[in-house]
């Protein structure tokens, strides 16, 4: 070991990320590669966040907005909450990072659900804290026993909804009756990364607890809808006084030049985000029953991707669905030793998943 590391850095588990294409195409000598494992969106960005990059390309010598103004203003007059109750993050996983910087001391204790994100726990670690998972019930936050677990040193709460890597959500009366029993000066982080993808009445946004005056965060994304995942930009939504708070752990520019104004773009072309959102349904129905004829049933989901049990080690179909140029998440990585989290394609990437699928559950 390192001599002189901190030894809340040296027992961090390091992230492993969906394999990237080129990483395949290389390995595999593969030219056509499918990736359907990190929740990315393949219709991409609006076309006017493409033209605002182009138009802003020769600025990228200046240092970007520090404060992001103008895209805070653009999302805080369509949120109806001020530009000073928004903060930017480079990508909302840096937002989870500031959050730990800014409330968790040593021995601090942070409740989520497993298996959830894994940055939670990497953040909470990172700042020497103590993470509290609560095991999922029926694949969805068992918010009661995770309101059990708060105890005098809980600084924060994480409640993704819809939550990855099962895609299923939280109902609004379930989040009321948690809220209840969660005291008023506990941050609790809704992270919405599928938010817009949601249709489910059922489903309320935390923006409803930060409206009733509680202690809330609410963390979204240009990542997944907005197709802009290689820029990274995320955003927070809270009090003013906790966003004051972050503002001060955030380094100075983290939202650069070309994801501000692409972002600002994005946000504004409503069109464009429906039209991904239409064809995101879509595949997920076409999955869903490419799915149900080979006798599987994915848990089901209120996001772009979905979880499904194939009844075989995952490791393994992650390896045969790669050999044909399909990249997917193994599920043994979040603890579903059968199962598989796929990504929602465009109608080719989704058919060829299912036709590769097919063929390797039928060996
Ligand atoms: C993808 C994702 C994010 C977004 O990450 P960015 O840093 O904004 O790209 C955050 N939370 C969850 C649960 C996600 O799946």
Redesign the pocket.
Known sequence: MLSKVRPSVENLAVYVPGKPIEEVQRELGLTQVIKLA??ENPWGPSPRALQAISKALSEIYLYPDANAQDLKESLGSELAVDANQIII??????I?QMIAKTFVDPGDEVVMAAP??P?YQTVTEMMAGISREVMLVDYRHDLLTMAQQITSRTKVIFV?NP??PTGTIVTETELDEFMRQVPADILVVF?E??YEYVADPSFVSGLKYLKDGRRVLI?R????AYGL?GL???YGIGDAAVIDMLNRVREPFNGNLLAQVAAQAAWLDKEHLQQVLQNTAAGLQQLTQGLARLGLQAIPSHTNFFLVDVGQPSPEVFQALLRQGIIIRPGHLFGYANAIRVTVGTTEQNQAFLQALTGILRR
Request: hydrophobic share 25%; net charge neutral.
């Open positions: 990190s929740n993050g480079n990508g909302s996983e840096e989870v959830s994100f940055r993704c939550n990855n992270d990364a599928y963390l994304t240009f990542s997944k995942a990274r930009l995320g």
